[in-house]
């Protein structure tokens, strides 16, 4: 784990990669986290609706492994990554506008599907970045990085969540995301752009 965190130091691009993975899932876990909050209170369901809104991402997600090859085929990885923080992103926002449910379930299949092509594109992206000898380590790292992200927004928001502020908090988790991946600040366009 030790020489998986020093290539990570060392290298910019895995740095940027490392980076933008916990940023995409320290924000979007908080949809996860809220998701009890948003069946009660912005659909006005009960633990049914829970289910059947957690069954959307998850139909979505995989729908998205499904695609997965052929959307990598068409589409180069920055471009990936930059659309399924925009999509994920946009989908919380719509989700925290109160749509109902059945806008809300087909918003979070589209969101789940985006949520794994993201997911996915930071795990090759690490795997492709890391030198030979440590691609294993570096790919640890860099899926602990992603759970550690999931475990702080999932924390954070469970000690926050308060349900007057749900619809903020909802659309602000929304809009992290959507910024620190779409745009250039994070990406290491020289070293990404490789990738394509």
Known sequence: MAEGLRCVRDLPALRAIVCRAFAFTLAGSATWALMPLV?????????????????????????GAAASHEVRRRFSHEHILRAASLIFGAACLIVAARPGFAISFTVLAVGGAFWVQALSGFSVAAQLFSPRH????????????VFGGRNCAQTSTALLSKPPGLLRRSSTSACIPCFCNSSSAFSSSAAVGSLN
């Open 134 to 145: 440590a691609v294993g380590r570096v790919t640890a790292t860099s899926t602990t990085v």
């Open 39 to 63: 069946a009660r209170d912005l659909t006005g369901g009960g633990p049914e609706t829970f289910g059947l809104l957690l069954a959307a991402l998850g139909l979505g997600a995989v729908i």
